[in-house]
């Protein structure tokens, strides 16, 4: 059975499980942002069809409200009506920077935390409370009624999803031999895809079915309850699966030459090239990926209004990108032990460029065709979290993982969490598709070359 034990099974369904819930809370105001907005009164307003109309020649597919730019214009037209849009500087802040800032703090200071004090804090009771966190949280967002209590209730979301990556890393590091590693973070991975795609049937359906009379605020709700029992069951049935060996090194050495020994390999592991053109490349594939995350809904709402986006959207993000993660981690295993390391990048840079034509069939093609586009991006394009974070690992000193993964993640989140606001100017400029069409595949393209380059 080798390193697929009962024991290493139930940590990997508990830590992905862990995973999904947090991806869920992340993404759910993409999903909502529209509702949100005008129920909070936050972003930009932009001219659609009144739905408390009456009159049966005018419907949402018979008017022109949408091309009305004007609100003198708008509010002059019986059967339309000026409302907030669900875009803007506002929105993009509350989806990216207020999430990002303190995902990529925290998760710094936890990780060194948890680095340099391995033999009394455990990983897992940190990863228990992150999950106890971030669904509180998103608990708390159903009640919200101002603009600065989502922005605060998002970072404290991002605050407690931040633990989860680099202390189930770290994890997953020990638990899983070189053999399985890959694969075992491929499993891990479908959190964000299982996650993403939740939020989109939970978000739209949820608010759609207007659940006791709450509106969008049911689906937050509804999502935080798991999250608590999955965070109960971290602190009652699981232990750190640390090492002995870390922990016989822990006893034996002073807390001086501890310290100083610690932060040698911290430096010597994270100024190591190789890592520093991944770093470059993660940051451009992270842009491109959350850019479309971001606005994925906003987009169907703007271009093909009247297309049932919810289940399509977890077909694909399930369907394409939990196999294509899954396979990204199950080809680089078998690769790297017949042609190396620098094999995963290979797989990956040649995932990634395929995925970026793919892309733009999603945004110049009607649905459903979009959507075939949009399954086969994510078949290839999600090869990239996996193998990525084996390559970390696998190239970084094993007392240093957890606060290499955090500060990888937080150097990536900083660009690729927050550049995705040019959305907004570009748009100006130009139109909205456009902007995405430079921004998503544009950037994925060039990320693939920078992997590649990272491999040699």
């Not at 971001?294 to 959207?313: A, K, M, S, V």
């Not at 094999?343 to 793919?358: E, K």
Request: with cysteine; charged share 15%.
């Amino acid at each position: 059975m080798g390193d697929w034990t009962l024991k290493n099974s139930y940590y990997l369904t508990l830590m992905t499980s862990a995973y999904i819930i947090g991806e869920i809370a992340h993404f759910l105001i993409n999903t909502t942002g529209r509702e949100v907005a005008r129920d909070v009164h936050f972003g930009d307003k932009s001219c659609f069809f009144n739905e408390t109309y009456n009159d049966p020649s005018e419907n949402k597919s018979n008017n022109n409200c949408s091309e009305i730019k004007e609100q003198k214009e708008c509010s002059g037209t019986e059967y339309c009506s000026w409302e907030y849009s669900g875009l803007g500087i506002e929105y993009q802040i509350l989806a990216g920077p207020a999430f990002v800032a303190v995902f990529s703090v925290s998760g710094v200071l936890i990780s060194v935390l948890s680095d340099k004090l391995k033999a009394s804090v455990s990983r897992v009771l940190l990863v228990g409370i992150g999950t106890a966190v971030f669904s509180t949280a998103c608990l708390l967002m159903g009640f919200a009624d101002s603009y600065w209590q989502l922005v605060l209730l998002r970072m404290l979301i991002a605050a407690g999803e931040s633990v989860c990556r680099p202390m189930c890393g770290a994890m997953i590091a020990d638990l899983f031999s070189p053999k399985s590693r890959g694969v075992a973070n491929g499993v891990f991975s479908w959190g964000v895809y299982v996650g993403f795609g939740m939020a989109f049937v939970l978000g739209i359906n949820g608010t759609n079915a207007d659940i006791a009379g709450y509106g969008w605020r049911a689906p937050y709700i509804i999502a935080a309850v798991p999250g608590l029992v999955i965070a109960t069951l971290f602190f009652l049935t699981l232990n750190d699966p640390k090492p002995d060996s870390i922990q016989t090194l822990q006893r034996s050495t002073s807390p001086t030459a501890d310290s100083r020994t610690y932060f040698q390999k911290l430096v010597k592991s994270f100024t190591n090239p190789a890592l520093l053109l991944l770093l470059v490349a993660a940051m451009a594939r992270h842009t491109a990926g959350l850019t479309w995350a971001y606005n994925t809904r906003l987009f169907f709402q703007n271009y093909h209004p009247h297309f049932d986006l919810g289940y399509w959207i977890l077909l694909a993000s399930v369907v394409g990108g939990s196999f294509g993660v899954f396979a990204g981690g199950f080809f680089s295993d078998r690769l790297v032990s017949k042609l190396g390391l620098h094999s995963r990048l290979w797989l990956l840079a040649a995932c990634t460029i395929a995925a970026a034509p793919l892309a733009a069939g999603v945004l110049y093609f009607d649905p459903p065709g979009a959507m075939g586009f949009l399954i086969g991006y994510y078949l290839f394009a999600e090869t990239w979290f996996a193998v990525l974070f084996t390559v970390i690992v696998e190239i970084v000193e094993p007392e240093v993982r957890a606060t290499c993964i955090a500060l990888f993640l937080f150097c990536m989140n900083q660009v690729g969490g927050n550049l995705p606001v040019i959305i907004t100017p570009l748009k100006a400029e130009l139109d909205y598709r456009s902007a995405l069409a430079i921004v998503w595949p544009g950037f994925m393209a060039l990320s693939s070359v920078l992997f590649l380059v990272a491999s040699f």
